[in-house]
């Protein structure tokens, strides 16, 4: 497509209008939005009308204050809830395990040893020669086993209740 005399005079028209290079492109047929750009910086056009839409300000959005919002997850938590009505539905909250289980070095697992069926909880540091995974079996649809699903996937009223006591 050419830029005839007739075409060049509609695009400063449009332009002086305030429609965009879409609009203007639309309107010309046969060219693109980049085409109409192009056109526009080669002829120095700058002036241009502004747009009903950029002469009024945008309208703000008012943000409720936290105590009068609604709760947003059902179950009141924050962070990954995806296993939370699993585990909730196969253990009781009040039985929290706080303190590491020892596993024996049979029962360890490695990366490499590591299967679907076993806790896949980490113990020790990994840059470390005895770091292994608990290697039990696992709970349910749960990646740990029964002692480290009630460690991971505590209550959040059971947090809460620990920080306070903590002096958190």
């Known amino acids: 497509m050419a830029w005839t005399d007739e075409r060049v005079e509609l695009l400063k028209k449009l332009w002086a209008e305030g429609l965009s290079a879409s609009q203007i492109a639309g309107r010309l047929g046969g060219v693109t939005r980049n085409a109409v750009i192009g056109k526009v910086h080669r002829l120095g056009l700058s002036g241009r009308a502004t747009s009903s839409r950029s002469s009024s300000p945008r309208p703000r959005r008012v943000h409720a204050p936290r105590q009068h919002r609604a709760a947003s997850l059902t179950f009141g938590t924050r962070g990954n809830v995806a296993l939370k009505p699993s585990y909730e539905a196969e253990f009781e909250p009040e039985l929290l395990p706080l303190e590491e289980l020892v596993i024996p ?41 029964e002692h480290h699903a009630r460690m991971a996937y505590q209550p959040v009223q059971a947090r809460r209740r620990e920080k306070r006591f903590a002096g958190g």
Request: net charge neutral.
């Open 105 to 145: 070095l049979h029962e360890r697992a490695s990366i490499l040893t590591l299967k679907e069926s076993m806790c896949r909880w980490p113990i020790g540091d990994p840059a470390e020669e005895d770091f292994h995974f608990c290697g039990r079996k696992k709970a349910g649809t749960l990646p740990y086993c």
